[in-house]
């Protein structure tokens, strides 16, 4: 096992260096002049000299680069001050450094996308496991034909008409805000249920009819029969021996649905007008600001890669037949 996490922890430096290598190169060969675009309108040369010279730009390219990799590492300087580690550069359009304004709005990204990695985990494995359980009855047809139809929504579709009937109309609940959790818990979780419950509902259906089939798919295989035969009880089988083989295949493609996840974090915080990372990029692209933009762009591969290395770990839990060493 530790020979296996050193080797998947090596394995994303060396990717992550690949990632930033390439992004900076494709970012910083565009022919733009990148103070000039710090600089904004009605900018006089000297001033545009002056921003080159304290970004960094009157570099060569390498110099340019190797400056921003040591700077992930150990920091570097800058005219506005030193920027400790990991320092992603500083952003052109509002000169502050790039993780600094990643870290302000990162608690938010995160809240959304674990509580509705969550709900939707609970939900989605419970209904499926209650359909297979049920297996031809109607609680079986109603948990499939809902996860049908529930499974064409999309968020931007789905949460307007959510914020329309429970927030415009009824009044019931208020309009989606962050709240720091260290701050206020209850409004952290008010604030974020109409978003957790649209993201939730999304990909709810999609794990309600994966969870049902490999149950289903479980239920036959010979070592549960063979429980069966032993006059072992049917709910003992059930979640002793198939539950836990049904989850392997759930936690693979959990794992390719990561990044789908963030991605509907990304349309979720635009539809309920929520500042997070995903629309910290979105906003960096319409300014042209590439330093903030390579920044988020590497912290989301970061992000990916972490969570790719908890999902392998996850499979020796799950099934000890698999030997990650």
């Not at 992930?72 to 993780?99: E, K, M």
């Not at 974020?192 to 419950?197: D, E, F, G, K, R």
């Not at 709810?204 to 969870?211: G, I, V």
Request: proline share 4%; with cysteine.
């Amino acid at each position: 096992m530790l020979q296996f996490l050193i080797r998947r922890l090596t394995g994303a430096v060396v990717i992550m260096f690949l990632i930033g290598a390439f992004t900076f190169f494709l970012f910083y060969t565009i022919p733009q002049d990148f103070a000039e675009l710090s600089c904004g309108k009605n900018c006089t040369p000297e001033n545009i000299a002056v921003i080159r010279e304290n970004l960094g730009l009157d570099k060569p390219i390498t110099a340019q680069f190797w400056d921003f990799m040591v700077g992930i590492v150990a920091g570097r300087d800058f005219a506005v001050g030193h920027c400790a580690a990991p320092c992603l550069g500083l952003s052109f359009d509002s000169g502050n450094f790039v993780w600094d304004s990643i870290m302000d709005r990162f608690p938010l990204t995160l809240s959304l996308t674990v509580g509705g990695l969550v709900i939707f985990l609970v939900l989605g494995l419970g209904s499926g496991m209650l359909a297979a359980w049920k297996r031809g009855t109607v609680v079986d047809k109603v948990v499939s034909g809902a996860s049908m139809v529930l499974s064409s929504f999309q968020i931007y579709f789905l949460g307007p008409i959510v914020l329309g009937i429970f927030v415009y109309s009824t009044g019931w609940m208020e309009n989606p805000k962050y709240v720091p959790f260290t701050d206020d818990p209850v409004g952290w979780a008010v604030g974020m249920l109409i978003p957790w419950a649209v993201m939730a509902t999304i990909f709810t259906a999609q794990y309600t009819r994966m969870a049902r089939s490999t149950m289903i798919e479980q239920l036959q295989e010979e070592h549960v029969r063979t429980a069966r035969a032993k006059g072992m009880r049917q709910r003992y089988v059930f979640f002793r021996y198939a539950w836990r083989g049904s989850l392997t295949p759930i936690v693979t493609i959990l794992g390719m649905d990561l990044s789908g996840l963030l991605a509907g974090a990304v349309v979720t915080e635009f539809t309920f007008d929520l500042a997070g990372i995903g629309r910290l990029a979105v906003e960096s692209s319409l300014t042209k600001d590439l330093p903030l933009t390579m920044g988020v762009m590497l912290f989301g591969a970061f992000f990916i890669l972490i969570l790719n290395i908890i999902v392998d770990l996850a499979y020796a839990y799950i099934d000890p037949r698999v030997r990650l060493a």
